[in-house]
Nanobody, 122 residues
């Protein structure tokens, strides 16, 4: 089993920044990729960003490209999501997820955190 714990959410004004962290514990040695997803009120959960292994390969949803950055120092360190130029439409619960697969897709994620709320509002 793998446990994921997110932190770093909160209230921020439009144009501001936040950094989310996701710490993994348990049997993490077989995890091959991690990702952030989000779910806005009244909407389905959607992919935000993903990272494979120690960070050599990353991917982003079109809606966050150029504003968000997913990173980690190595496979044992937390995964971060740096969010800049935040918009009201970024308001959502952000979930960290981990998978044994190479390709990140909601249906193949094996473990999920409980989420952290990000609110972008003036």
């Amino acid at each position: 089993q793998v446990q994921l714990v997110e932190s770093g959410g909160g209230l921020v004004q439009p144009g501001g920044s936040l950094r989310l962290s996701c710490s993994a514990s348990g049997r993490t040695s077989s995890i091959r990729a991690m990702a952030w997803f989000r779910q806005a009120p009244g909407k389905e959960r959607e992919f935000v960003a993903g990272i494979r292994g120690s960070g050599g390969i990353t991917g982003y949803a079109d809606s966050v490209k150029g504003r968000f950055t997913i990173s980690r120092d190595n496979a044992q360190n937390p995964v971060y999501l740096q969010m800049n130029s935040l918009k009201p439409e970024d308001t959502a619960v952000y979930y960290c997820a981990a998978t044994y697969e190479i390709i990140v897709r909601e249906s193949v994620m094996n473990y999920w955190g409980k989420g952290t709320l990000v609110t972008v509002s003036s």
